[in-house]
């Protein structure tokens, strides 16, 4: 059972539809993320919140919009994507402000969202 | 040049061969690393974090090259639930705020 519970699992939207993608982590981790990963494509980095700041943003389009209310949760708020935007979106979350090499990062199962 | 490069695979091997797979990494920055492990429509998984100074974790053993920018992952006495994508990780920068990821060495081992 994984500590980080991502919903819903899977998701088919148009492309003029907005919906939310959402992540909890009870590991009482500080630090989560959102990455996308698509086919035959490394794993990107898409935003990084510490403390429920945003302090990465990987040239992003605008139409995915992240929201961390607390520590604990995350969304990623979608809107006029496009089929190109059809992927496995990732959460992950870890501590962050100990030992570098603590930076394990524990991911969700992913929601895979279909653009139509 | 990508952050972090990986030979893509795959690698198709028979049940007890050692297998190695290498990793390199252009952000001199960058502090830890680690190789994780990500099933066929799974989450990835960490499998270890890798130190300078080699690390080994019963039938694994990573070794860094600081200098080369070079991360090694060896697997001795294959076995079929090893057949996954091994992914090369390493931190964003120096505070280790987020994970880059390499596109993954796909492992088949086959009876």
């Known amino acids: 059972e994984t500590g980080v519970t991502q919903t819903p699992r899977h998701l088919v939207m148009g492309m003029t539809n907005k919906k939310s993608l959402k992540c909890e982590q009870h590991l009482g981790h500080n630090a989560m993320y959102w990455y996308k990963q698509s086919a035959k494509k490394p794993l990107e980095l898409m935003f990084v919140y510490n403390f429920k700041e945003q302090t990465e943003n990987n040239s992003v389009p605008s139409r995915f919009s992240p929201e961390c209310p607390n520590s604990s949760h995350l969304f990623l708020h979608l809107h006029t994507l496009q089929p190109e935007d059809s992927a496995l979106y990732l959460c992950?979350?870890?501590?962050?402000?100990?030992?570098?090499?603590?930076?394990?990062?524990?991911f969700g199962q992913g929601t895979r969202l279909t653009v139509v | 040049r990508k952050e972090v490069e990986q030979d893509p695979g795959p690698f198709n091997v028979p049940e007890g061969a050692t297998v190695a797979f290498n990793c390199t990494y252009s952000?001199?920055?960058?502090?830890?690393f680690f190789w994780y492990r990500q099933d066929c429509r799974k989450e990835p998984k960490l499998l270890m974090s890798v130190y300078s100074s080699g690390n080994e974790d019963g039938r694994f053993t990573a070794q860094l090259n600081r200098a080369s920018q070079y991360i090694s992952l060896l697997i001795r006495d294959s076995k079929l639930s090893d057949s996954a994508t091994y992914l090369c990780v390493v931190t964003l920068n120096q505070a280790g705020t987020a994970l880059i990821f390499g596109k993954g060495t796909t492992l088949s081992v086959s009876s």
């Open positions: 992950a979350s870890s501590h962050f402000g100990g030992r570098a090499r603590d930076t394990e990062a524990f």
């Open positions: 952000n001199s920055a960058s502090q830890s």
